[in-house]
C-alpha cells in the first residue's frame, strides 16, 4: 500500500493494489434480480462514513487504482464486451472516483451517464469529464449515492466496490442501494459476481524477518522480544504479496456474491466451513485470502464474446493493488503432507465500524483445536 492510500477513522489504512489453474468459477449469466417490495431507505452517513470519503479525496488512491491496469484494463475491456447492450442506454457509476469508468461508458456510446462521488474527488472528475467534452453525456453528482437525486431509472449500474479481502470497506451495500433504488429489471450490473477464497499458506521468509530477527541482533539475545514481535506482526491482518508457491492447498470458497440477486443482510457475517489438504510438508504460517469478480449480463443480455472478463487477485495471477490478505498464525505449525487442516471462517461487519471487518477462524490440525480472531481495521 502506498502512501496516497485512504485511511478509515481511526489512521489506519483502507484500502488496497491480486487461482489456481481449475479453481472454481462462477456459471455466466445471472438471475432475476432481487425486487424489494419497498425503495430502500438510505442509511445514516456516520462520522466513519465521512472519515472514510475524505480518505477518497486524496489523489494518491486514486492515481494508484488507476496505474493498477489489471483491475482498470479488466473494466475496459467488460464495457467493451458489453458494448452492444451499454450503447444508448443510461449508466449508473456508484463511486465514480476520477470518472475512469463514466467514461468508458460514454465513450462505449452510453446516452446517458450519472458518476456518483460522495469524497471531494468528484470536483476534478467533473474537470476531467470537461477535459474530454463530455459534460453533454455524464452527469457528475457530488454526494452519496444513498442520498443524490436521479430521476429515471438506469439500465446499467457500473462499481468498483472492492475492498481487501473482498467486504472491507462495505462498498457493496451501496451498490445494493443503487441496484434497488435504480435498476430497471433486467438491467446490467458490472461486476456481476465475485467470488472470495482462503487457503493455508506457507511464508517462511516473512516469518524470519519479523519473528526470528530477534534470536541474534548484532550478536545480542533478543528472543524476549519475540512475543511481543508477534503480536505486533501478526494480531492484524496483512495486505502483502505472495506468490503461488506459498499456497499449501487447493482453496476453498469462502462465499460468492451474485450483485444481481444479493441482499445487504447476507453481508453482515458469512460463515463457510474447510476442509483442507496439505500438498506438501511446509510449516503452516496462516490463511491467505483473495477474490475474482466476473463481469457476466443478467440472463437474457448477450455479450460481444462467449468469455468472460474476469479480474482475479489470486497469488498466481498478475499482481495487483489488492495484492492477498493474510492472517498469520501465532506459532507455525509443521504440516505433513495430506495433513487435514479443518475448521470455519466467519467474516462479519464490525459493530464498532461497519466499515471494519471482523475475521474469526477455528481449525484442528494434527489433534489440536485453535481460534484466531482478528479485525481489519
Ligand atoms: C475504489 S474507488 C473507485 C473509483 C473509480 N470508480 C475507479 O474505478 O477508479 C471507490 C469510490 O467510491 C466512492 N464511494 C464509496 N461509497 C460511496 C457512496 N456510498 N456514494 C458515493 N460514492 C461512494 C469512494 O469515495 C471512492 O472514490
Known amino acids: 500500500m502506498g502512501p496516497g492510500d485512504p485511511v478509515l477513522g481511526n489512521g489506519k489504512l483502507v484500502r488496497r493494489s491480486r487461482g489456481r489453474p481449475g479453481r472454481p468459477r462462477l456459471s455466466g449469466g445471472g438471475g432475476g434480480r432481487f425486487s424489494p417490495a419497498t425503495q430502500p431507505t438510505a442509511p445514516p452517513c456516520t462520522d466513519f462514513d465521512l472519515a472514510y470519503f475524505k480518505a477518497y479525496s486524496h489523489l494518491g488512491v486514486h492515481e494508484e487504482m488507476l496505474k493498477d491496469r489489471v483491475r482498470t484494463e479488466s473494466y475496459r475491456n467488460a464495457i467493451r ?66 442520498d443524490v437525486d436521479i ?106 456474491v451474485d450483485c444481481y440477486t444479493i441482499r445487504v443482510e447476507e453481508l453482515q457475517s458469512i460463515t463457510a466451513n474447510f476442509e483442507f489438504s496439505s500438498m506438501l510438508q511446509a510449516p503452516l504460517h496462516g490463511f491467505g485470502f483473495w477474490f475474482d469478480v466476473e463481469f457476466n449480463g443478467p440472463m437474457g443480455i448477450e455479450a460481444n464474446s462467449d468469455a468472460t472478463v474476469v479480474l482475479s487477485t489470486a497469488p498466481e495471477d498478475s499482481p495487483t493493488h489488492w495484492q492477498q490478505t493474510i492472517l498469520y498464525l501465532f506459532d507455525p505449525i509443521e504440516l505433513k503432507k495430506d495433513q487435514i487442516i479443518e475448521g470455519s471462517v466467519t467474516l462479519s461487519q464490525s459493530i464498532e465500524n461497519a466499515r471494519f471487518l471482523n475475521i474469526h477462524i477455528q481449525y484442528c490440525c494434527g489433534g489440536r483445536s485453535f481460534v484466531k480472531q482478528s479485525t481489519m481495521r
Open 81 to 146: 464486451q458489453h458494448q452492444d447492450f451499454i450503447a444508448g442506454k443510461v449508466v449508473l457509476d456508484v463511486g465514480c472516483g476520477t470518472g475512469v469508468l463514466s467514461i468508458f461508458c460514454a465513450l462505449a456510446g452510453a446516452r446517458r451517464v450519472y458518476a456518483v462521488e460522495a469524497s471531494d474527488i468528484a470536483v476534478q472528475a467533473a474537470d476531467i469529464v470537461n477535459e474530454n467534452n463530455l459534460s453533454d453525456k455524464i452527469i457528475v453528482l457530488h454526494g452519496r449515492v444513498e
Open 151 to 256: 430521476d429515471e431509472q438506469v439500465d446499467v449500474i457500473i462499481s468498483e466496490w472492492m475492498g481487501y479481502i473482498l467486504l472491507y470497506e462495505s462498498m457493496l451495500a451501496s451498490v445494493i442501494f443503487a441496484r434497488d433504488k435504480w435498476l430497471k429489471p433486467g438491467g446490467l450490473i458490472l461486476p456481476s459476481h465475485a467470488t472470495l477464497y482462503m487457503a493455508p499458506i506457507t511464508n517462511p521468509e516473512r516469518y524470519h524477518d519479523s519473528i526470528d530477527f530477534w534470536q541474534d541482533v548484532y550478536g545480542i539475545k533478543m528472543s524476549s522480544m519475540k512475543s511481543l514481535a508477534k503480536q505486533c506482526a501478526f494480531i492484524e491482518p496483512s495486505v502483502e504479496t505472495i506468490t503461488g508457491e506459498s499456497v499449501l492447498t487447493w482453496p476453498c470458497v469462502v462465499m460468492q
